[in-house]
């Protein structure tokens, strides 16, 4: 062992390796967000995190025609394309924090693909009623406002970092437009509403951030 460096302390050990498997599956955000991911690095389009985000886009025309031929948007196909469109979210940030392959490509192009994943998931239910069309209508602002705030980010040299709120709420639209598509139930529309409130609270939140960012700038 060189001079001047400590043995690890076994006591330390579960609680490093337990926090090397939050971080993995997504659970600990703290500290800032990876160097290559930022404003004025290279896009680093060739990773296997952004094949899935490649793929996630690609599957979604696929998920709308399959479901809008359906005679009432239900189908295992559809809900199967749109599970791996949402689940994709997950799974590429997953492989992303698993081989250190971050990029500002899928830094930009994440967020992106989930608008249009939730918007995808909108369609479908608007155009067979199978969620309150105010709420559908709702969620589509609230998803245009997103993109608009995070274009006028970077315009302007800032990087909002996404909240837990944003991310619980996205989790919950998620799951409730896919389950809508699966069964109908008054739970799905519940949870549809909790993402879509959450949803909103976090857009607040993000414009209050780049309001904050662009004072001390």
């Known amino acids: 062992m060189p001079a001047g460096e400590r043995e690890p302390k076994e006591g330390l050990t579960p609680f490093r390796d337990q926090r090397g498997f939050r971080r993995l599956v997504g659970l600990d955000r703290s ?3 990876p160097a290559s991911t930022r404003r004025g690095q290279p896009l ?3 990773t296997i ?6 793929l996630r886009i690609a599957a979604i025309p696929v998920f709308l025609v399959v479901a809008l031929d359906s005679s009432d948007g239900r189908t295992a196909l559809g809900a199967a394309l749109y599970l791996w469109i949402t689940l ?3 799974i590429d940030g997953f492989l992303a924090r698993a081989t250190g392959q971050y990029s500002r490509l899928g830094a930009l192009m994440d ?7 939730a918007l995808a998931g909108a369609v479908v239910c608007w155009h067979f009623e199978l969620l309150p069309r105010w709420a559908l209508a709702l969620l589509v602002v609230r998803e245009l406002a ?8 970077l315009r302007r040299g800032l990087d909002l970092e996404i909240s837990w709120v944003g991310r619980l709420g996205t ?7 896919f389950w809508t598509l699966v069964i109908d139930s008054w739970v799905t529309v519940a949870l549809f509403f909790g993402g879509l409130l959450l ?13 904050r960012a662009l004072a001390h700038a």
Do not use: Q, S
């Open 146 to 153: 997103t993109v608009f705030l995070a274009r006028a980010a």
């Open 31 to 33: 500290g800032p967000l």
């Open 199 to 211: 949803g909103i609270y976090a857009t607040v939140l993000y414009a209050l951030a780049g309001r």
């Open 44 to 46: 680093h389009p060739w």
């Open 171 to 177: 989790f919950a639209v998620f799951g409730g437009l």
């Open 111 to 117: 967020p992106v693909i989930d608008r249009l994943a």
């Open 88 to 90: 994709g979210d997950f």
């Open 49 to 54: 995190p952004n094949l899935v985000g490649y």
